[in-house]
């Protein structure tokens, strides 16, 4: 039996000398020394059966030292009373039992059993012991962590804090805050400088800090400040505060309402900004972008007054001229009213360039596409500058590649225009030599559309670097002496690349001193089915002369249209104003009425309703608008208002005929005719 505990004893200390600390519990220290105590007991009951007492002396030693050699080698450091005393306990136990033995069995029994209890509590102090530092331990280290993450977290509101008085800086703003619960208000400094007055808890309660509100705006803060104190929420707006000295300043806030666990709001942040700059600024603009609205359509009215002004005795000019044209003359007469009727189409040139480059500038000028070939349209306009360019010995060469005689979509009238400017131009300006023009057709990715340069090239005066650079200016020549030299008002090419611009091209120049010039104007088109085709309408001869009607204040204009109408084979019949259009149309059938718009007593939109809503014999007759009104919101207007086309003074008789031969050919629904001179709803 002494054998066997000695055994027992020594595994029992070997295990502990192998436990390392990484491998220690809180566990196993009590339980290892509860596994000593159990060797005791084995070793008392030894003792009783064997009476081997020193033997058993021995191995209760071995025991309470395997138990202490645990404690040790498990890396436990802790000096407590149940450490210190194991080993003198240990060998009190021993000697305690040796002398009982000697004395009576009875005695050491009672005693071992006290020894065991006092062993069991030593080691259940020292199991609570090391626990308890285990759990000191873990809250150390939790309360450590816990510390950086309140640094760290400081150290964010502080930079967070930093930041947000830096944009409040930077924003020229101020910070305020309503603080319910201590009824105070507190403010990041300058409240009084954007108030232009204190303000306070108790004048904000009381409802007299919308007295510092503009009077028109109190009911929109009051509105907003009802609705933060109501519930958590944002809200913005601007207003303005009326300083103590009558001064009025702009502000801009922004409100913030905080509110508790229970949904009560506690507190109201609100940041205020002076935009008083800012909205004198605006103010400025909207000024000043109304005076410019105001000088434009002054100008416009100005220009389609001057237009109308203009037009009227030119119209008498032109008209007279035409008619002296068409009579017997002799070649020197004739001579002389062919420049008279040149000299008042330059005129008219000029007229309809300004009011051109008014549209431009007011943005009222639109683009209105239609079927067209770019060839015949480029021909056409070679065609028409082939007799000067001819007067002058210089060639002019045509060269269209065979993609421009596909329908595309084009505004006639204004490449017409870019056209003429850009060809007349190289008449002008070349002396000697010759004018070549060209389409070409250029690559596009988009296979219905196609990209074509016009190109007009001559062997002119040219221009340089520094003349081009000026070139598409408005009234803007290359030099006052080409002013002098070949007239013109230096308008033509800036309307020309504005027109290019507003059809989605460009113009570009390239030009020598001496060598000549280039123009291009590049263009991307969209193809366009073919138009029907259509009869050209001519005039029959009909029964009895055509009847018109026709209407104007001024006797010039009166005495123009009489003489080419009756030239005409028209049969004829004049009125003053609108009221006597009226007075004659209810009693006489008219095949068509030419009707002046800007007449006394009634004008010519009112007659048109009058003739339209009576009951007499022309109700549906085509009524043409006659009128030195060229603009095309006017055109516009005439065409809305039922007017079955529209013509400008001074009168186109080409035009003309061609109306009252389409008018005398058939009644049919309205047309449109398109030569920038007409237009027909």
């Known amino acids: 039996m002494t054998a066997v505990v000695t055994v027992l004893a020594r595994r029992l200390k070997a295990a502990a000398q192998d436990i390392t600390e990484d491998q220690f519990d809180w566990r196993i220290g009590p339980v290892m020394l509860l596994q000593g105590l159990a060797l005791h007991g084995f070793a008392f009951a030894a003792v009783l059966t064997t009476g081997e007492a020193a033997m058993a002396i021995v191995a209760v030693l071995m025991g309470f030292s395997a138990c202490h050699t645990a404690f040790q080698h498990a890396g436990i450091r802790i000096r407590i009373l149940a450490m210190q005393l194991a080993p003198p306990t240990a060998q009190m136990a021993a000697t305690i039992i040796a002398v009982a033995l000697a004395s009576s069995p009875g005695t050491a029994v009672a005693l ?33 962590t816990l510390v950086e993450q309140l640094k760290l977290q400081n150290q964010k509101t502080e930079r967070e804090k930093l930041r947000l008085e830096m944009a409040i800086h930077e924003a020229e703003a101020v910070a ?21 007055q204190e303000l306070t808890y108790e004048t904000y309660r009381e409802g007299r800090a919308l007295e510092m509100v503009h009077p028109e705006d109190r009911e929109q803060v009051a509105d907003i400040m009802r609705a933060l104190a109501a519930a958590p929420g944002r809200h913005r707006c601007e207003h303005r505060v009326m300083w103590p000295d009558g001064a009025v300043r702009w502000i801009s806030s922004v409100g913030v309402s905080l509110a508790n666990d229970a949904g ?45 002004e203009i037009r009227t005795p030119m119209n008498g000019v032109l008209g007279m001229a035409e008619i002296l044209r068409r009579s017997d003359l002799s070649a020197e007469q004739r001579e002389q009213v062919d420049m008279l009727v040149e000299s008042g189409e330059v005129l008219m040139a000029l007229l309809n360039d300004i009011l051109d480059l008014s549209k431009i500038e007011a943005g009222r000028m639109e683009i209105e596409e239609t079927a067209t070939l770019l060839g015949d349209l480029v021909s056409a306009a070679a065609r028409f500058w082939e007799p000067r360019a001819a007067e002058k010995g210089l060639a002019l060469g045509l060269d269209i590649a065979p993609e421009a005689n596909d329908w595309l979509q084009i505004d006639q009238i204004r490449l017409r225009q870019i056209l003429f400017n850009l060809i007349g131009n190289a008449v002008k300006f070349t002396a000697s030599g010759r004018i070549d023009i060209s389409v070409t057709a250029e690559t596009t ?20 670097a520094d003349e081009v650079a000026r070139l598409f200016r408005t009234f803007n020549q ?50 366009a089915q073919p138009p029907a085709e259509r009869e050209t309408p001519q005039e029959a001869a009909p029964a009895r002369p055509l009847a018109v009607l026709a209407v104007d204040d001024h006797p010039v204009n009166r005495k123009i249209i009489a003489t080419v109408l009756t030239r005409m084979g028209k049969s004829v019949d004049l009125a003053e104003d609108g009221e006597e259009a009226v007075s004659r149309a209810s009693v006489r059938a008219y095949d068509v009425i030419l009707m002046d718009i800007q007449m006394p007593r009634m004008d010519g939109e009112q007659a048109l309703a009058a003739i339209r809503a009576g ?15 060229a603009m095309t919101t006017d055109r516009d207007r005439y065409l809305a208002a039922g007017f079955h086309a529209h013509l400008t003074k001074p009168i186109d008789l080409a035009v003309l005929t061609a109306v009252l031969g389409e008018i005398g050919a058939s009644r049919a629904d309205a047309f449109v005719v398109d030569t920038g001179a007409l237009a027909v709803g």
């Open 478 to 527: 290359a030099d006052a002496s080409t002013t002098r030299r070949f007239g013109g008002t230096g308008l033509g090419l800036a309307i020309c690349r504005s027109l290019a611009q507003l059809m989605g091209g460009t113009i570009e120049v390239e030009s020598r001193p001496r060598e000549g010039s280039c123009f291009t104007v590049r263009l991307t088109l969209r193809a």
């Open 615 to 629: 009951s007499g014999p022309n109700r549906d007759t085509p009524v043409i608008a006659l009128t030195a009104n």
């Open 264 to 308: 009560k709001v506690t507190r109201i942040l609100i940041f205020s900004t002076d935009v008083s700059d800012k909205k004198h600024a605006e103010a400025a603009v909207l000024e000043a972008k109304a005076a410019a609205e105001a000088a434009s359509n002054a100008k416009s009215q100005f220009l389609a007054t001057m237009s109308h």
């Open 112 to 144: 071992y059993l006290a020894l065991l209890i006092a062993a069991f509590s030593i080691a259940t102090l020292g199991w609570a012991t090391m626990r308890a530092q285990s759990r000191i331990a873990s809250l150390q280290e939790r309360s450590q």
């Open 445 to 464: 990715a988009a296979a219905t559309e196609k990209q074509f340069a016009i190109r007009v090239r001559d062997t002119g005066i040219g221009m340089s």
């Open 176 to 196: 305020w805050d309503i603080d319910y619960e201590s009824q105070k208000i507190y403010g990041s400094g300058g409240l009084d400088q954007i108030l232009g």
